[in-house]
Nanobody
Framework: VQLVESGGGSVPPGGSLRLSCTAS?????MAWYRQVPGKERALVAK???????NYADSVRGRFTISRDFVKNTVYLQMDSLKREDTAVYYC??????????????WGQGTLVTVAS
């Protein structure tokens, strides 16, 4: 399974962007992470195969994660963007392949820049 992301770009503070990530096959849980230089990759939001969501405190109320199970696509709607949201955003998927095993898949990353 591969993940293909799209939707990154540059917006002013207060603006909005929507990221998309499509999996080439079925997966279970999906999520968005982000990373800035010198820091570890951090969870932004996740959604499981039942549609349950969870958000980092820093984005709760501004970002919305959603999922189209038919298209194997996860979205991240980002509103009220702040400069500190600037990062490379990575799509993540987890697929259970056996009773005891799973695989983790990462997208290539897409840059989001929030600047005047």
């Amino acid at each position: 399974v591969q993940l293909v992301e799209s939707g990154g770009g540059s917006v002013p503070p207060g603006g909005s962007l929507r990221l998309s990530c499509t999996a080439s096959g079925s997966v279970d849980d999906m999520a968005w992470y982000r990373q800035v230089p010198g820091k570890e990759r951090a969870l932004v939001a996740k959604i499981n195969d039942g549609g349950r969501t969870n958000y980092a405190d820093s984005v709760r109320g501004r970002f919305t994660i959603s999922r189209d199970f038919v298209k194997n696509t996860v979205y991240l709607q980002m509103d009220s963007l702040k400069r500190e949201d600037t990062a490379v955003y990575y799509c993540y998927a987890r697929k259970q392949v056996s009773i005891e095993g799973h695989v983790e898949i990462w997208g290539q990353g897409t840059l989001v820049t929030v600047a005047s």
